[in-house]
């Protein structure tokens, strides 16, 4: 157990015959009280001083941590949107030629609906303008025989049906 002051101001020596002087002695234990008093003070201020540091260091070891942690949770956070951003993408981007396929298709269905249309229509315009062209060939036919004024009005009727018919 270390020494006190205390101890070292009450500490006794025995008397002997040709002893040390008694107050040197005691003028020396007192510079050592001193000295030594000094000395513990000055070690307990360390060690409030140690203890100050020592919360400090744990204290930023405690927010080094933390920050360890969260750029290790942004990290994985930010790994994850990524990630989440890439399969996003890749589902707009198939979802998008799924589309454009679809318009594609779409497209070509009606454009060949409509080259049908466009081809029954040529055809249909043919066959009118053949049916026409007939009736009009059996008009100029029939205005260029001689028997027109002596045709009843009935006969007339009957036989411009009939051609509007054949047409």
């Known amino acids: ?63 080094e941590e933390t920050l360890s942690k969260t750029i290790i949770v942004a990290q994985e956070a930010a790994d994850e949107v990524r990630s989440n951003a890439k399969k996003e993408a890749q589902l707009i981007i198939k979802e998008s030629e799924k589309n454009a396929d679809r318009i594609i298709n779409d497209s070509l269905a009606k454009s060949r609906k409509v080259s049908l249309e466009v081809e029954e229509l040529k055809k249909q315009a043919s066959v009118y303008r053949a049916r026409f062209r007939t009736l009009v060939e059996a008009q100029l036919e029939l205005l260029t025989v001689d028997g027109w004024d002596t045709l009843e009005p009935q006969q007339q009727a009957r036989l411009a049906e009939h051609e509007l018919q054949r047409g």
């Open 1 to 63: 157990m270390p020494l006190s002051p205390l101890d070292i101001h009450n500490k006794e020596f025995g008397r002997r015959l040709r002893g040390y002087d008694e107050d040197e002695v005691n003028e020396f234990l007192d510079q050592v009280i001193k000295d030594y008093e000094s000395l513990i003070r000055d070690n307990k201020e360390l060690q409030n001083q140690v203890l100050g540091l020592q919360e400090r260091l744990n204290h930023f070891t405690n927010i």
